[in-house]
């Protein structure tokens, strides 16, 4: 029988459980397939383990010459596939016997699904069940679906490889570590074809304390606020391939909606605080990491139905109408004459727009960094040098403040009192959309610690105006 099913396999240190999990692939009913277990780098212990499995011809062993990252390995092996399903299968779970019948027999008998996928049973650490919901409709109704659910579940299925086309680029390999951009990935399957569930068989998630699962949800706030925004701009590009012509206001805000409103049966890698101003400040911030994504926002069509009939929340709502001002005042500014511009963090709502992680709530004087690194995103505007005003959080001496253009070196100066930290630009072209300086503060501490009041707040730099020079 020529095998039909193209199982990719990425290794990266599983040499703990990756034999138990290719033993459970050999013991499969339905053995029409090929295995590439793709290790990601050539001094990886899981090596030997693996090869202990290329005397059956159905297994194949590929060494990567260097490290491609967890999406990076599932993409190539997805550029593998040759086969008519393609299945990935985690380097340390196993399935039951008749896993990959049942799922081959469900997509034999719904030519419209992309993906079928069974239920996942944890096992170690955890022992409780997950299964999701199937996923009909249109184009535009599945990719919205997809996204409403944010469901892990079906990665873990059987895909029709023909649907892969839609999604040719894999997961999203971004700067962020990456690990949510499975679920973009997810989103256009599921624009390409419908998600059925197979009543038979069973996938069996391992639990274990080295998981990369388990690492993920120990990262801090900041990390994980990052990831849930990279997330956020791989979603919109979902909704404007399953619908091209649809309005961007109102794609971006089911999107962000769906990214920081508590609503029944949502799950959330990282959850805002439910108030308005917790929501507001996560807006802020994705159109700070992706000012391209708040151009050209036209008001929703209302006189017909388009597919979009989700609820939005007036705090979304409201976040996205005021950083579409805010972002028109500084655009007025920046293009008025060949002066300087000066944004007071106490005078310019405006001015917050700029202001990425690691900064508390402005008050009525500026705002103070919270964390060891703080981020400003700069507009796409030409001008040769940025300084900070401010003064630190200094009650037990002076403290080091230091500042860098992206991942340049870090200009570091000694302040106790008011102080102005600079750094010059190098030139960039204006189509550029996205560009940061890091406020690093690393003796940061907070009035608790130093004994001057309660506050816990880890502060360092109080920043009180962004100079801009031309």
């Given amino acids: 029988m020529t095998p039909d099913i193209f199982i990719g396999m990425p290794v990266f240190r599983g040499e703990r459980f990756v034999s138990e999990t290719l033993h459970s692939i050999r013991e499969q009913t339905y053995g029409a397939f090929r295995v590439v277990m793709s290790i990601d780098g050539p001094d990886d212990p899981s090596i030997d383990e693996c090869r202990r499995f290329i005397d059956d011809e159905r297994f194949e062993l590929v060494v990567q010459p260097h490290r491609l990252g967890w999406p990076g390995n599932f993409n190539w092996l997805l550029g593998e596939c040759d086969r008519e399903y393609f299945c990935y299968w985690q380097q340390d779970d196993v399935a039951s016997n008749d896993y990959l019948m049942s799922l081959r027999e469900t997509l034999a008998h719904r030519p419209d699904a992309a993906l079928a996928y069974t239920d996942v049973q944890w096992f170690g650490d955890r022992v409780d069940r997950d299964t999701a919901v199937e996923i009909h409709g249109s184009r535009l109704e599945r990719a919205l679906q997809g996204i409403e659910a944010l469901h892990y579940v079906p990665l873990r299925g059987l895909v029709r490889s023909n649907c892969l086309a839609d999604r040719a680029d894999g997961i999203p390999e971004v700067p962020t570590s990456g690990h949510q951009q499975e679920f973009v990935y997810l989103a256009d399957l599921a624009a390409a074809g419908a998600f059925v ?214 200009d570091f100066i000694d302040c106790s009192a008011d102080c102005s930290i600079g750094i010059d630009l190098a030139p960039t072209d204006r189509t550029v959309q996205t560009r940061t300086v890091s406020v690093q503060v690393p003796d940061a501490l907070s009035p608790l610690d130093a004994g001057t009041g309660a506050d816990p707040r880890l502060l360092g730099f109080g920043l009180r105006e962004i100079v801009f020079r031309r």
């Fill in 197 to 410: 569930r197979s009543g038979e068989g069973l996938y069996w998630k391992r639990c274990h304390d080295q998981s990369a699962h388990s690492s993920w949800f120990g990262q801090p706030d900041a990390s994980r606020r990052d990831e849930w925004c990279a997330l956020g701009n791989g979603l919109v590009g979902v909704v404007e391939r399953a619908a091209p012509g649809a309005s961007r206001l109102r794609t971006i805000s089911v999107v962000l909606d769906r990214l920081t409103i508590a609503r029944a049966g949502r799950g959330f890698f990282f959850m805002p605080p439910q108030t308005e101003t917790g929501v507001a400040r996560f807006v802020r911030e994705f159109f700070g990491r992706y000012p391209n994504r708040l151009s050209t926002l036209e008001p929703a069509d209302h006189s017909t139905a388009s597919g979009f009939e989700r609820p939005v929340h007036p705090w979304v709502s409201s976040a996205i109408e005021q950083c579409r001002e805010d972002r028109a005042v500084m655009d007025r500014l920046f293009l008025d004459g060949d002066s300087d511009v000066v944004f007071g963090v106490d005078m310019h709502a405006a001015a917050t727009l700029l202001l990425g992680r690691g900064w508390s709530e402005p008050e009525s004087w500026g705002v103070w960094t919270m964390e060891l690194m703080a981020e400003i995103q700069l507009p796409p505007h030409r001008f040769a040098r940025v300084e900070l005003r401010g003064h630190p959080f200094a009650p037990l001496g002076p403290r080091r403040v230091g500042i860098s253009d992206g991942n340049g070196p870090i």
